[in-house]
């Protein structure tokens, strides 16, 4: 695997992970009884978003290293994984 395939597999979860993260840590200004005037209830109490791509780079950084050390480091591929469809001759 060239360090590009790497970086584009990085950038993928990267933005897969950075939406699966952003709704924790999440406070509303409902929750925090403080709704600006002309906003959502449901609307964000304050910017989170610093916070959530530290956390994004962090899982992201373990999730493509477990991957490379599983396929660089013990040798696996996507072809030792049993095939659940049966082919068609």
């Known amino acids: ?47 989170h978003m610093l916070r959530a791509m530290l956390w994004t780079t962090l899982v992201t950084a373990v999730v493509i290293g477990a991957f490379y050390f599983v396929t660089k480091g013990l040798g696996y591929s996507f072809d030792d994984f049993p095939q659940f469809i049966p082919e068609i001759n």
């Open 1 to 47: 695997m060239t360090w590009v395939s790497l970086a584009a597999m990085y950038f993928v979860f990267w933005w897969l992970t950075l939406f699966a993260i952003l709704p924790f840590g999440l406070k509303t200004q409902d929750e925090d009884h403080n709704v600006t005037l002309g906003t959502e209830a449901s609307a964000p109490r304050g910017p």
